[in-house]
């Protein structure tokens, strides 16, 4: 199985700041994604990548981009946080098994 | 844009009942995936089917892709208390390459 790894389980941050989300993977995988989970909303698709360097929108863009500069490596990046982007966001990578997906253990992000 | 409705959204059994519960879209899909989130962790692959009429059993989970290819349920026979935790159907529209959307999620517990 695809193992994938998210930089912190928590996190706390202010209004405004600039806020990294790391996810790496640990296998050769093109295809990386970032989601975010909300009560009543299952996961939403924010951005994600069919190779390095590559990125597309995906259904909730605004606030975020991403960096692929590396295969194993995609990262979230909130330029300027807000209290509405307080959410639990989830990694994932695939591209072995047809359509599958394998999500790390989420980071949970609390803008104040 | 495509959506699934998932139902119901939460369930409160008693251990050792079935449990049953869907997933409908209102334009086919090509791929239909279960997975499964306990608290603080990432949804884990449950099942993954690929073909219209499609039953897949793993372990006491059975799951099966809908003929008209507009829907997918899963059961869980003689649920226990580690059964407890969100689960999420998940499903790749034609149109789309490697992206999947995600239902809303039922929320399981199990009373032992």
């Known amino acids: 199985d695809v193992k994938v790894t998210q930089s912190s389980r928590y996190l706390v941050k202010r209004t405004g700041e600039k806020v990294f989300l790391e996810c790496v993977q640990d296998m050769d995988h093109e295809n990386m994604f970032w989601y975010r989970q909300d009560p009543g909303l299952g996961l939403r698709l924010i951005y994600f990548?069919?190779?390095?360097?590559?990125?597309e929108k995906g259904d909730i863009p605004e606030g975020y981009s991403v960096s692929r500069e590396k295969k194993e490596r995609f990262s979230l990046i909130l330029e300027s946080a807000s209290t509405n982007q307080t959410s639990m966001y989830l990694c994932?990578?695939?591209?072995?098994?047809?359509?599958?997906?394998?999500f790390g253990p989420g980071t949970r992000l609390t803008v104040l | 844009g495509q959506q699934l409705n998932q139902s119901p959204q939460s369930m409160f059994i008693q251990e050792g009942e079935d449990v049953s519960m869907n997933c409908t879209s209102s334009?086919?899909?090509?791929?239909w995936l279960w997975y499964k989130q306990e608290p603080g962790e990432g949804p884990v692959l449950l099942i993954a089917?690929?073909?219209?009429?499609e039953l897949t059993s793993n372990g006491r989970l059975t799951a099966q892709f809908g003929i008209t290819r507009k829907d997918s349920f899963l059961n869980i026979s003689a649920s226990i208390p580690s059964d407890v935790g969100i689960y999420f159907c998940a499903g790749r529209h034609p149109s789309n390459t490697g992206k999947l959307i995600f239902g809303q999620g039922t929320t399981l517990q199990v009373k032992p």
């Open positions: 334009s086919i899909f090509n791929t």
């Open positions: 990548s069919y190779d390095v360097k590559m990125k």
């Open positions: 089917l690929y073909k219209a009429g």
């Open positions: 994932a990578a695939g591209g072995g098994v047809p359509d599958t997906q394998y």
